[in-house]
């Protein structure tokens, strides 16, 4: 699988920087560089094939964060991604309420790039999957994703996703269960959004709130789970998938 994508920064050698990167990276195709956000946003508006946008946030006349809003408006979101590129932190939180892919703090290196990259491949694989159940078998050019890299405390941090015993959706925020961990990590994305990025049958949503690691499930009745010491209700919205589960067990 090749990914389209472009680069879009006002910063000469960072674009260029963005598309060597993007030249070395074999699942990659660069369709197009551009110094500015309002040309990025003609070029989304005219080529429906890009599929990945590596941005910057801030620019002049349009920035990342307000590009990224005009894109989650044309009901591109789910076949565009973005990864924000930027030399300043401060920015992260804005980068993650518009449901970044990823986000590269300047200057990064191309291992860090790889990274993002990788992961954005990883996701248009589960999407193509998604769309077509014959792929399903087919193998990709790189492991099965294992790992998530969240917001969390001002910086990235990796989880491995057999470690998570559940996860709770607090409005903009999500509290993640870990196994070993006595706190939670609390980062900020969406419960949506997240389960888009763990696949079944590994995890289930079982309630608008909360998403199960199946393999971490103590016991269950017809109405509920139980994951150490907590009790987590199943509701009518997820029965289906919860029964396939209990078929299972039974």
Known sequence: MKINCIAVDDEPFALSLISSYVEKTPFLNLVAAYSNGVEGLKAIHENPDIQLIFLDIRMADL????????????????????????AYDQYALEGFKVDALDYLLKPFSFVDFSRAATKAYDYFIMLEHSLNPALAGVPSAVPEKKYLYLKVDYQLQKVDTADILYIEGLKDYVKLFLKGEEKPLLTLTSLKSLEEKLAAPAFLRIHRSFIVGVEHIKSLTKNSVQIGQTIIPVTEQYKEGFSELLKNWL
Do not use: D, Y
């Not at 307000?66 to 565009?80: D, F, N, P, S, Y």
């Open 63 to 86: 920035s990342g964060i307000e590009l990224a809003r005009i894109v989650e408006q044309t009901g591109r979101k789910k076949h565009l991604r973005i990864v924000f590129t930027t």
